[in-house]
């Protein structure tokens, strides 16, 4: 996932999201959702090859009250604000691609 901070309060917040995994496919459907709030997120952070993987899914709401849920691709925050409570483990958590279904799994290692 990538996320970046916008260039001010009159941007919106932006986010691609996907509804669910297509494990036939073996990819997301991807839909992109502006002008909205995010409700929700949660999510992992893990190690993928050497470096930092981020996981999350979230939930976020438009003016008219309606709410899109699904994995989060991408996010754009244009309020150039969001709270995050990041709970560590004494366990490193490894991401890596399961052959059997074709998706990123995590899996537990010890940090010591």
Known sequence: ?????GNGP???TEIEACGSWDAAKKQFN????????MASIVGSLAWKEGKPSIHAQGVAGDSGFDTYGGHILSMEVGTRSLEVTVTA???QLECGIDPKI??????LRDSH
């Open 1 to 5: 996932m990538d996320a970046q901070a």
């Open 10 to 12: 009159e941007q919106p």
């Open 30 to 37: 991807p839909r992109t959702f502006r002008n909205v709030e």
């Open 89 to 91: 483990y004494p366990q």
């Open 102 to 107: 074709g998706a990123n799994v995590l899996g």
